[in-house]
């Protein structure tokens, strides 16, 4: 199997995001977002091939950081 990736790092509040796709010829095997830096970090999310799915798992994680960040901030 030789596998291409798309990779698109992007940054919210010092937390690094991967947003990557990994293909098996023309065919996508993977589609995901990661946590690469700061809170959260290594959480994974996969999303399905729409716009709406892409950008359903961004709102959902930019949440989770919120929600994260206030935990941290009120010890």
């Given at each position: 199997m030789t596998?291409?990736?798309n990779n698109i790092?992007?940054?919210h509040y010092g937390t690094k995001i991967s947003i990557a796709q990994h293909f098996d010829g023309d065919k996508v095997v993977v589609q995901e977002v990661q946590i690469v830096s700061g809170n959260l970090?290594?959480?994974?999310?996969?999303?399905?091939?729409?716009?709406?799915?892409?950008?359903?798992?961004?709102?959902?994680?930019?949440?989770d950081l919120n929600i994260d960040?206030?935990?941290?901030g009120s010890n």
């Open positions: 596998v291409k990736c790092i992007v940054e970090t290594g959480h994974t999310w996969n999303f399905e091939g729409s716009l709406t799915g892409l950008s359903g798992v961004l709102s959902a994680i930019e949440e960040s206030n935990k941290e």
